[in-house]
């Protein structure tokens, strides 16, 4: 068993917040998300190929929170630039959110690592992971700008706020600006209750 | 990778390459290197490249040829490139096994699977070797 830290959208907002006040408080679009980790944060963006084929997985994050290790297929390809940049967000949620966790945490060989792994379970990993989401979904779109450019976007369109009354086209421009997926910016917009699916 | 390891041409190249305002992938795909390879070089683990490697990631990094910065960044790679290749302790190394998996459907890896986490023990270990 392992104690999740209970985290509200408002807690997870706030930490948000503290990390583009401190790195970004230009706030300018898109999030520079690859900057903020390599050149403010000095964490380490290590490509590692196979991720995928042999265990399943984006990204992880180093125990010590210093290196992202990242797919080489979603580091190298532009054409999945927006699944990186997400794949980012939701790790620095990790360090930022979980980190405190491993600080003094030590682990006595690679047997009691896996030990610990085991004493996940499924539902906490879940919620972890969720948090880590919703981390990442914030921080590349910040309810601000989000506001911003929904208003930019339906001023004098003739059409609502609502941007699920709009054409797929203009969400995708929205995820444009944003440069997430289309999928992000959805679960964004009804996160912040801006727009009634 | 002891804190007593000194990794001046790593450190050099990664701060002539953040002055360009370029990510290392980004820096990378630029110039078309590697940049797997391109890490290793700047957590200085692996030992610097012969002449005309060099002298690529120089005008890359848009050192003027005869220029100090030139200079020095061919000066620290010679004299690094004799150090030993850097190893991680297996102290060093179980700090670095990761906790979270970030998958497709965000489920975990198969932990119970002991070949699975030997091979992700491997890879980690790869990266710093």
């Known amino acids: 068993m392992f104690n999740v830290p209970e985290l509200s959208l408002g807690d997870i907002q706030s930490a948000v917040e503290t990390v583009i006040g401190k790195h970004h408080p230009t706030r300018s679009l898109p999030i520079p998300i690859e900057e903020i980790v390599e050149f403010n944060l000095g964490i380490n963006i290590v490509s590692v190929e196979n991720l995928h084929k042999k265990f399943g997985v984006d990204a992880f994050t180093s125990g010590d929170g210093k290196d992202i290790f990242v797919e080489d297929s979603l580091y190298s390809d532009l054409n999945h630039l927006r699944r990186y940049r997400f794949t980012l967000a939701h790790e620095l949620g990790h360090i930022d959110l979980h980190g405190g966790f491993y600080k003094d945490k030590t682990f006595y060989g690679p047997d009691d690592w896996s030990k610990h ?81 | ?29 630029k110039n078309r290197f590697d940049a797997g390879n391109l890490s290793r070089l700047e957590r200085g683990i692996i030992s610097p490249p012969g002449r005309e490697t060099l002298e690529r990631y120089a005008e890359a990094l848009d ?17 690094q490139s004799g150090q030993a290749p850097i190893g991680i302790s297996d102290e060093e190394l179980v700090a670095k096994l990761p906790v979270f998996f970030r998958t497709l459907r965000g489920q975990q890896i198969a932990r119970e699977d002991v070949k699975i986490l030997d091979e992700l023990i491997a890879v980690v270990k790869q990266q710093y070797s």
């Open chain 2, 63 to 79: 050192l003027r040829n005869g220029s100090d910065e030139w200079y020095k960044l061919f000066d620290l790679a010679a004299a």
């Open chain 1, 117 to 197: 792994l085991a004493e996940i379970d499924a539902a906490e990993h879940q919620l972890f992971e969720a948090q880590a989401d919703r981390f990442g979904g914030m921080l590349l779109v910040p309810r601000k700008q989000l506001e911003v450019e929904i208003d930019l976007l339906t001023s004098g369109s003739g059409l609502s706020g609502d941007p699920f009354a709009k054409s797929q086209q203009q969400m995708c421009e929205l995820a444009n600006r944003f440069q997430v997926s289309e999928s992000c910016m959805y679960v964004r917009i009804t996160q912040e209750k801006l727009g009634a699916p």
């Open chain 2, 1 to 29: 990778m002891t804190d007593a390891h000194i990794n001046a041409f790593g450190d050099y190249f990664r701060g002539r390459r953040a002055a360009l305002g370029l990510t290392l992938r980004a820096f990378a795909l």
